[in-house]
């Protein structure tokens, strides 16, 4: 049982260029999140997903977009990659919503860009 | 707004030695605390989840309370091990429904080290 697989690990990125941030999780979870984390401080809630065809922002959407076609998957699409979006990106998903049941996390992308 | 809060930001400790982690937050309004362990390089996992009904839970070593009036929890490790060292955070889950789903306001986190 995998959890919840975020790819890559690690990515540097010019100013300007686009990348997807992939994210699966196999525990059938309807509840998916993508959050950031910013050195010494906590996570912030970009997007999050409460079923297959659903997304809505978070606390810090501006810069990225998401789409969730399955269960399975939640990408993240940072189209055009700025400096303020150098950070390490985690993954997560619940069985229930609003924290009713724990957040299983992904191991996190660590994503610079220069 | 909500905030939460973690002191202290880091905690050394001998081995063996009982532990207390403190979180508050500002709004009282809360639907759950969580409390997660990150270890370098890796993702958070979830240690305890308390409703906001509850004032405590217990897992092993770890017990979390809940004082929501106060705006306050604690996570209380007993007999620390070199093992336990990492980050540990809270995060409040708000009432209500729609817009509020997954919207975890997180700490910052207390890095504790246990050494020998």
């Known amino acids: 049982n995998a959890g919840v697989t975020q790819t890559p690990k690690f990515r540097i990125l010019k100013i300007g260029q686009s990348m997807t941030l992939q994210c699966t999780q196999d525990?059938?979870?309807?509840?998916m999140y993508w959050y950031r984390q910013d050195p010494g401080m906590g996570l912030k809630l970009i997007y999050y997903?409460?079923?297959?065809?659903?997304?809505d922002k978070g606390e810090v959407p501006n810069g990225y977009n998401v789409s969730r076609s399955t269960t399975e998957d939640f990408p993240l699409r940072l189209e055009l990659a700025a400096p303020s979006q150098t950070s390490v990106y985690f993954c997560?998903?619940?069985?229930?919503?609003?924290?009713?049941?724990?957040?299983?996390f992904g191991n996190g992308t660590r994503l610079t860009v220069t | 707004k909500q905030e939460v809060t973690q002191i202290p930001a880091a905690l050394s400790v001998p081995e063996g030695e009982n532990l207390v982690l403190n979180c508050s937050f500002t709004d009282s309004a809360i639907y759950n605390l969580q409390w997660f362990r990150q270890d370098p390089g890796k993702g958070l996992t979830s240690l305890l989840l308390?409703?906001?009904?509850?004032r405590e839970q217990t897992s092993g070593r770890l017990n979390a309370s809940l004082d929501k009036s106060s705006g306050r929890s604690t996570l209380y490790i007993a007999a620390s091990q070199p093992g336990d060292s990492a980050t540990y955070l809270c995060a409040v889950s708000p009432r209500g429904g729609g817009t509020s789903y997954g919207k975890l306001t997180f700490g910052q986190g207390t890095i504790l080290t246990v050494h020998p």
């Open positions: 997903s409460v079923g297959a065809g659903i997304t």
């Open positions: 997560a998903s619940s069985y229930l919503g609003q924290g009713n049941s724990p957040l299983h």
């Open positions: 525990m059938n979870h309807n509840y």
């Open positions: 308390i409703q906001s009904s509850q």
